[in-house]
């Protein structure tokens, strides 16, 4: 039984092409329901984010293929005049699981080990639950990619480390400050990066956060999404800087929203007490003179950058042990995928021995007592079992290629006579 995987992604397609075929929610269950009521597919599950749309297939039909796939989700998105087949990746049995696998752990993604993309999938396992289009393959296969990624966030460090300038610079902060809690935190520039500056703060137990912006309501805003309720009026809050323990700026102007005198005066005040400043402006937003103050910790893009390619590096060095989970389930899957291809011969083959048995006790009915025909049967049962023990483990050994099961299968079906059987049950 076939596994197809097919889809775009970052590596495939550029975003103009992702955005033609990506589906939400509503999209999604519609697509899965077409799949399934065309008897197109047996089993359906799309997973489609910012960075990908992919769907992964058991075919209902022989003809159904990969390309058969692109074609049909090129067609549901009425996308012929941008999208081609060639901007499409192909994945058949058991790379199929790995690609599943790989995308789980997020070792698949635009940046190297990024935690959402878990969600992620099993949101679109989700969906096909809900549609009902997640039969018995999709199931396991799903429940082992989570598994998959759950032992590769706890047993390797690819998920460790900030590779976003917003992220990188609180880590610093938490270098410098282990507890984040007990300091007092000036967010200038409520935009994108100082946002996430912000949230990240946040979810490091930072608490005491105090954001100034040209646009006050903007403040505002952010300041109750955090739930802070703190802001500075712009125009003022050079006159608290004494106040902070840590600032960070995200401001799009060419101007330095910080000088060198302005730190001085504020460090005196300060009695020297250190202070952090996170400039994750471009152009900078804070004078560079700033850093050669006592006690002043001044660290910008190019500083974070640094922080970043190192943390890269630790991910990427991390990828042999990812690989190795990978592997190791992926034996997993593919035996448990074998069990399923010879189900019906042992299904056969203890159906004949069963139906042997009952003929044969049959006819001591009523020559023996009940209490002794009990006996005779708890007798057979065990012989039964010991005797079809050897050839069922043949059967669920594992393989070193899928043409050996065929083999086993028909060596079995062969010995036993069991085509003889499967006519006598239908």
Same mark, same amino acid.
């Given at each position: ?9 970052h ?51 022989p ?23 060639e ?14 696998f ?57 998920m ?42 946040f ?46 700026t ?10 060198e ?10 009695? /020297? *007490?250190?202070? !952090?400043?996170?400039? $994750?402006?471009?152009? &900078?937003?804070?004078? %560079?003179?700033?850093? #050669? ?10 500083? /974070? *950058?640094?922080? !970043?390619?190192?943390? $890269?590096?630790?991910? &990427?060095?991390?990828? %042999?042990?990812?690989? #190795? ?58 012989i039964l ?40 049950t239908?």
């Amino acid at each position: 039984m076939n596994i197809i995987s097919v889809g775009v992604n970052h590596k495939t397609a550029p975003i103009e092409i992702r955005e033609r075929v990506s589906l939400s929610e509503v999209q999604a269950k519609e697509f899965l329901t077409n799949l399934i009521d065309d008897n197109i597919a047996l089993e359906a599950m799309v997973l489609s984010t910012c960075n990908r749309t992919e769907l992964y297939v058991v075919p209902g039909m022989p003809e159904v293929d990969g390309k058969y796939l692109k074609e049909y989700l090129i067609a549901f998105r009425n996308a012929h005049n941008e999208v081609r087949p060639e901007h499409f990746f192909n994945r058949f049995y058991c790379n199929t699981a790995r690609h599943l696998f790989e995308v789980a752990s997020a070792i698949d993604s635009l940046i190297l080990g990024e935690g959402q993309i878990l969600g992620q999938v099993k949101d679109g396992y989700r969906i096909a639950v809900e549609v009902q289009s997640a039969g018995i393959l999709l199931t396991r296969l799903c429940h082992t990619a989570f598994s998959v990624a759950k032992k590769v966030k706890t047993k390797t460090k690819i998920m460790e480390g900030a590779v976003s300038v917003s992220y990188a610079a609180v880590e610093l902060a938490q270098k410098i400050f282990s507890n984040l809690s007990m300091k007092k935190i000036l967010l200038i520039g409520a935009g994108e990066t100082g946002e996430l500056a912000a949230k990240h703060m946040f979810q490091k137990n930072a608490r005491n956060i105090v954001i100034t912006n040209r646009t006050l309501s903007k403040a505002e805003a952010l300041a109750e999404e955090l739930g802070t309720n703190q802001v500075l009026p712009y125009e003022s809050y050079k006159e608290h800087l004494h106040e902070f323990d840590i600032i960070i700026t995200a401001v799009s102007i060419k101007e330095y929203v910080l000088t060198e005198p302005e730190l001085q005066q504020s460090m005196q005040k300060r009695r /020297l *007490k250190p202070v !952090i400043i996170l400039d $994750l402006g471009l152009p &900078r937003n804070v004078d %560079p003179e700033i850093g #050669k103050l006592k006690n002043m910790f001044l660290k910008d893009i190019d500083d /974070l *950058k640094h922080i !970043i390619d190192k943390n $890269l590096e630790m991910r &990427r060095a991390e990828l %042999p042990k990812v690989q #190795k989970i990978i592997d190791e389930e992926l034996v997993g899957f593919g035996q448990w995928i074998n069990t399923l291809k010879v189900r019906p011969t042992i299904v056969d083959l203890q159906s004949k021995f069963i139906e042997i048995k009952e003929k044969e006790l049959e006819r001591f009915r009523y020559k023996v007592s009940e209490e002794e025909l009990k006996r005779m049967e708890r007798l057979t049962d065990r012989i039964l079992k010991k005797i079809l023990h050897h050839p069922i483990k043949m059967l669920k050994a594992p393989v070193d290629t899928a043409d050996t099961i065929p083999s086993r299968v028909n060596l079995v079906r062969n010995i036993f006579d069991l085509e003889e059987q499967n006519q006598r049950t239908k």
